[in-house]
């Protein structure tokens, strides 16, 4: 059974910085590419960022390129999100999701079989 558990949320003032992981377990973590997704209250889920199996290839969102950085450690079967020059806007309930695929899949929900239960990042202004 595949398991997505996110850890690092909480709050922090404007102009701060997290650290969000994301531990799996359940199948071979480094054969498939992680993304982190967000609901912010009354919003869609979306996309912030993906990275492929092996870490080589990394994709963000535009509203957060710059200040997010994606990585894992596949022997630690993590993966990380690092987010700094944190907003208000950046308000949200973070998800961790399992692609299907090595690749980097994007913002389609539908190329991830698995998801994490979320962790909360409150940022104040």
């Known amino acids: 059974q595949v398991r997505l558990v996110e850890s690092g949320g909480g709050l922090v003032q404007a102009g701060g910085s997290l650290r969000l992981s994301c531990a799996g377990s359940g199948r071979t973590f480094g054969d498939y590419a992680m993304s982190w997704f967000r609901q912010a209250p009354g919003k869609e889920r979306a996309f912030v960022a993906s990275?492929?199996?092996?870490?080589?290839?990394?994709r963000e969102t535009d509203s957060v390129k710059g200040r997010f950085t994606v990585s894992r450690d596949n022997a630690r079967n993590t993966v990380f999100l690092q987010m700094n020059s944190l907003k208000p806007d950046d308000t949200a309930v973070y998800y961790c999701?399992?692609?299907?695929?090595?690749?980097?899949?994007?913002?389609?929900?539908?190329?991830?079989?698995?998801w994490g239960q979320g962790t909360q990042v409150t940022v104040s202004s």
């Open positions: 990275i492929s199996d092996k870490g080589d290839v990394t």
């Open positions: 999701a399992q692609s299907k695929y090595s690749t980097v899949p994007g913002a389609d929900v539908r190329n991830y079989d698995y």
